[in-house]
């Protein structure tokens, strides 16, 4: 007995690992070579290649394609329909599978619906990607990024409140109103103090 559910529309290819109480719903492809953690919860029509290491309790939403070089530490979330890209300069007629590009998904951090990333950057532990944003470069820890190309907008708590940091201040603490976790932004960065 399988301690994970696979959809019956769905394939997980022999050699793919998931881990138990993981969810595989309706017209996904789970490839060999891949880790899938505990706790998942993989939405419709989700395609996830070869070499892909997902952590725990990640949760991908519909339509999502996670490519070779993406690796999602635990408790990401991806919204609906959001892209990842693994080569920087892909052509038709050149084969560039040996240079495929980590794109790497740090813990607690959310991307919204339809936002495009191009290969080869990493997000930051909370970052917060807004719904439709194109990210082009990396994002830092607890930031929230949005437009084309992603920008900093603010600053995000783990629990997924905007933390009102003022923008003439480069050196506060801030207490998030509704967790009350503790946060400083010192140098344009901002870290959790507990």
């Known amino acids: 007995m399988t301690e994970f559910y696979v959809h019956p529309s769905s394939y997980v290819d022999e050699g793919a690992v998931v881990g138990k109480d993981t969810n595989i719903w309706h017209f996904c492809h789970v490839m060999p070579k891949t880790k899938i953690g505990e706790g998942c919860n993989i939405g419709q029509n989700v395609f996830v290649a070869n070499d892909v290491e997902i952590g725990n309790n990640v949760k991908i939403q519909n339509n999502v394609s996670i490519y070779t070089g993406v690796i999602l530490e635990d408790d990401v979330f991806l919204g609906p329909s959001m892209v990842f890209t693994n080569v920087i300069n892909p052509r038709s007629h050149v084969n560039r599978r040996g240079e495929y590009m980590i794109t790497r998904v740090k813990r607690g951090v959310t991307i919204g619906a339809n936002a495009t990333v191009v290969c080869g950057t990493t997000f930051g532990e909370y970052s ?67």
């Open 128 to 194: 917060f990607v807004g719904a439709g944003a194109v990210v082009t470069k990396d994002v830092p820890p607890h930031a929230l990024v949005y437009g084309n190309p992603a920008q900093i907008q603010a600053w995000m708590c783990q629990c997924g409140i905007k933390l009102p940091f003022s923008d003439n201040d480069p050196d506060e603490q801030m207490t998030c109103t509704d967790c009350k976790s503790q946060y400083q932004k010192k140098d344009g960065k901002v870290q959790r103090l507990k």
